[in-house]
Structure formats: C-alpha cells, structure tokens
T-cell receptor, first 112, second 112 residues
Framework: DAGITQSPRHKVTETGTPVTLRCHQT?????MYWYRQDPGHGLRLIHY???????DKGEVSDGYSVSRSKTEDFLLTLESATSSQTSVYFCASRPGQSYEQYFGPGTRLTVT | KQEVTQIPAALSVPEGENLVLNCSFTDSAIYNLQWFRQDPGKGLTSLLL?????REQTSGRLNASLDKSSGRSTLYIAASQPGDSATYLCAVDTGTASKLTFGTGTRLQVTL
C-alpha cells in the first residue's frame, strides 16, 4: 500500500454548505489527484497537483477548489455543495519518477 | 477529447475459465495504459501498466496487451477464480502530469 488515507470516509451535508475533503499520503509522492466516480461516467479528474502550491484543473473542476500546502496533504473544497456533487471521491498519488497511481479508499459524499 | 470504452460492461464466467476484457480509446497519442481492479466499496488497485512503446505486460495470471495504433488493449485472465470477482477499469495516460482518462469498467463475476 502507498499509505494514502482520506477523511472523512462518509459525509452527508446540505445544499449550499462548504465541504472540505482531505487526502493524506505518507510516501512523499510529488503528484496528487482528486477524482470523482459516478455511475455511467467512470472516474473523472477534478484537480491535480504537481508539487506544493502547484495545482491545475482537471476535466470537471467547476465548483471545486484545491490546496496543497504540504507534500503529504491535498485538500478538496466544495465551495457551496450542490446535489450534483453527490459522488464518491477518490484521491491518488504517484512519485515523480513513476507513472503508476496509488488510490485512497474513497469518500462517499451525499448532498441533500 | 480522449474517450475510453470498455466492453462488456458485465461478465459472468465459471471458475477456471480463461477470459478477455476489452478496452478501446479514441486518441492513440498516449504515454501508457493502466489496468486497475476495484472491489465493491473500495479504492482502485493498480494491476498492470503498459508503456506506449510496449506490446504487453504480464503479472501472474494476468496479461495485458496494447495496440496503440488501433486504440485497443486487452486484459487476459487465465484460470479465473472467485477471488477475481471485481470491477476492472482501464485508463489511458495522455502525458501531461499523467492525467488519467478512465473507462466505465467491466464488472466480472466468477462463479463456483
């Protein structure tokens, strides 16, 4: 295991509230990613980071922001949660010299 | 825009059977292709990574092939076992920071 944890593992929140999901890795990996998984869509990239304070948008970034102040932590924030953001969120990381990505266990988010 | 398709969406086979899972992608300009396994309620586990210059990779009973020019990859599982039951996902890496584009997966059930 690459030592990737996500918190919380489950969350229920109301429409309009801000939500922050945390990804923590202990492998000193340079790259980190946030994906969402929805039925019929597979996994889609939200944002990624290629170093501390270096982030960029993925395919479905609207309504999400990220921050990476330390190598080990990558935070995903839903500015104002909507029902369309109900999903399972996965974090992944990889070292700079390898293409293989290691995934966390996921966070199931329900927006009511 | 890269699109990844996996056929079939679901497959049920008896134990001991050899099987092939298919993955196709629309843009042949890829850096690598990765196969993952996902158990229900869990994160993704990397199975095999094939570089764009390679034709195949093997790990135990698994063999993955890549035909970049035709936009196809196959995952061959030999002598299937009930423990192989899971969803298998393929993903293509188009190179920029290794952003992966995923297929929607093939759900495999191996019966006794």
């Amino acid at each position: 295991d690459a030592g990737i944890t996500q918190s919380p593992r489950h969350k229920v929140t109301e429409t309009g509230t801000p939500v922050t999901l945390r990804c923590h890795q202990t492998e000193n990996h340079r790259y980190m990613y946030w994906y969402r998984q929805d039925p019929g869509h597979g996994l889609r990239l939200i944002h990624y980071s290629y170093g501390v304070k270096d982030t960029d948008k993925g395919e479905v970034s609207d309504g999400y922001s990220v921050s990476r102040s330390k190598t080990e932590d990558f935070l995903l924030t839903l500015e104002s949660a909507t029902s369309s953001q109900t999903s399972v969120y996965f974090c992944a990381s990889r070292p700079g010299q390898s293409y293989e990505q290691y995934f966390g266990p996921g966070t199931r988010l329900t927006v009511t | 825009k890269q699109e990844v398709t996996q056929i079939p969406a679901a497959l049920s086979v008896p134990e001991g059977e050899n099987l092939v899972l298919n993955c196709s992608f629309t843009d042949s300009a890829i850096y690598n292709l990765q196969w993952f396994r996902q158990d229900p309620g869990k994160g993704l586990t990397s199975l095999l990574l094939i570089q764009s210059s390679q034709r195949e990779q093997t790990s135990g009973r698994l063999n993955a092939s890549l035909d970049k020019s035709s936009g196809r990859s196959t995952l061959y599982i030999a002598a299937s076992q009930p423990g192989d039951s899971a969803t298998y996902l393929c993903a293509v890496d188009t190179g920029t920071a290794s952003k992966l584009t995923f297929g929607t997966g093939t759900r495999l059930q191996v019966t006794l």
